[in-house]
């Protein structure tokens, strides 16, 4: 199984910033004590070209991101402070994203320790997510001719509101987003299929709902690939999570041809 990482993925915040951005150093630290893959496995992110990024994004964007000529306010929606380096930063978590889908496709299943920016959208960054690395992944999966069709299993406890606006329309690409009802954004947007869990929402249930949200999307799905989208922020122990399952994951891409997975697959 190949992982992909740069040591891009870290760059300093200010002292006291909320997000916590020291985890990505500390997950590839995990995955190498632990011996999770070899260190031939564990591969070099490279950075998303603008020709991806633009299957996703609009030009504008992408070159005032890029230059450093976001409003005042475009940043605060972002929530991370500007500099070259976030910018270096998105665009190699977005290639992690994309490589781990090339690798899944090939090898069956790949992991990117990075990613899974469903904030963004096509003309704004929001959430912490600048770049959306999953739909753009997705198109370029599509482009290359490798899939006909991309699901995309968003478990992170806020709704993959910029994924669902950006896919809605697009029938090469299937959203299912399971989540906190009530955490952020205030204003979601619509999936393919949603689940909205209440606070406090613990194992036996979040797990019943996510196999029953499994079964209706795998139902309408028809492609290659999926990509699994597994924050860290369901967890119980999680400040801002208003969830309580007891378990702990990251991003993984899981590639099945058909979707034939067991749901019981993706959630250990």
């Known amino acids: ?9 870290t760059v300093r915040l200010p002292e006291g910033h909320r997000f916590p951005m020291q985890k990505y150093h500390l997950l590839r630290q995990a995955v190498q004590a632990a011996s999770v893959v070899s260190d031939g496995d564990l ?37 991370l402070p500007w500099s070259p380096e976030l910018v270096t930063r998105a665009r190699h978590a977005v290639g992690g994203t994309i490589a781990a889908c090339r690798a899944a496709l090939d090898d069956g299943l790949a992991v990117n320790l990075a990613g899974g920016t469903h904030h963004a959208f ?5 959430g912490y997510c600048l770049l959306n690395d999953v739909v753009i992944a997705a198109r370029a999966m599509k482009a290359e001719g490798r899939a006909r069709q991309v ?19 697009d029938a090469s690409i299937l959203t299912f987003s399971i989540h906190s009802e009530s ?11 949603d689940v909205a869990l209440p606070d406090g929402t613990g194992d036996e249930a979040y797990l ?16 290659e690939l999926a990509i699994y989208l597994a924050g860290a922020d369901p967890f119980q122990e999680d400040r801002l999570g ?9 991003l993984v891409v899981l590639e099945q041809d058909p979707f034939s997975l067991d749901p019981s697959e993706i959630r250990e």
Do not use: W
């Not at 199984?1 to 993925?9: A, E, G, L, N, Q």
């Not at 996703?56 to 005032?64: G, K, P, T, V």
């Not at 208003?242 to 990251?250: E, I, Q, S, T």
């Open 1 to 9: 199984m190949k992982v992909f990482y740069s040591d891009t993925y």
């Open 43 to 79: 591969r070099p992110a490279r950075p998303a070209i603008d020709e991806e990024i633009l299957r996703a994004h609009s030009r504008d964007y992408l070159e005032r991101l890029v230059a450093g000529r976001l409003t005042a306010k475009e940043i605060r929606r972002i929530g």
């Open 122 to 126: 096509h003309d704004h960054g929001q």
């Open 151 to 169: 699901l995309i299993v968003d478990c992170d406890v806020h709704q993959g509101n910029g994924t669902a606006a950006l896919a809605r329309g």
């Open 183 to 193: 955490n952020f954004p205030l204003f979601k947007e619509q999936s393919d299929l």
């Open 208 to 223: 019943a709902a996510l196999d029953a949200g499994l079964d209706q999307i795998l139902a309408r799905a028809d492609g």
């Open 242 to 250: 208003k969830l309580a399952p007891g378990y702990y994951a990251d």
